[in-house]
């Protein structure tokens, strides 16, 4: 671990090491709702609202939450408006975020619980396990990587043997 990084609590903020704040406590309690509510947005079916709230940067990688190797976008926002997002009615709210912070970088390693409607399905949990990572675009952060699964909740090493398996 880097020594200039530091690790932020966002109800009890403060710099661990002593260095002058890159992002105030306020500036990340602003932050962290903003991406709430994308997140929200985003699980009602809303894609216009969660990218106006937020931004990729080109060339963003993704981690899928159903698996697979990491995809690179350059332009993540048309992607997403080229497609039928298949959330509907859903809401989250971020949980556990543990937040590092230096220079231009901004790390969120969260639950994001929510719950909605995917396609036709009645409502279920759609709880992730997720990590953003955000680069300072002059006053705005975008997000350069995301790392989503679905293993919120614990399970025996026999599961976990079994899912790698597979």
Known sequence: MSSHLRSLDPQTSHDQTGRVDTITDSELTEFLQRAEQAASAYVQGDTEHYLDLLHHENGFTLLRPNGGP?????????????????????????????????????????????????????????????????????????????????????????????????
């Open 70 to 166: 990491a995809t690179r976008h350059d332009d993540r926002a048309a992607e997403l408006r080229s497609w039928p997002n298949p959330f509907r009615a859903g809401e989250t709210q971020l949980e556990d975020i543990k937040t590092h912070a230096w220079s231009d970088t901004l790390v969120l390693a969260m639950i994001e619980r929510q719950h909605g409607r995917v396609g036709d399905s009645t409502d279920q949990n759609l709880s992730l396990r997720v990590t953003h990572v955000y680069r300072r675009h002059g006053s705005d952060w975008r997000l350069v990587h995301r790392h989503a699964d679905p293993l919120v909740q614990a399970m025996e090493i026999s599961e976990l043997n079994a899912l790698m398996r597979r």
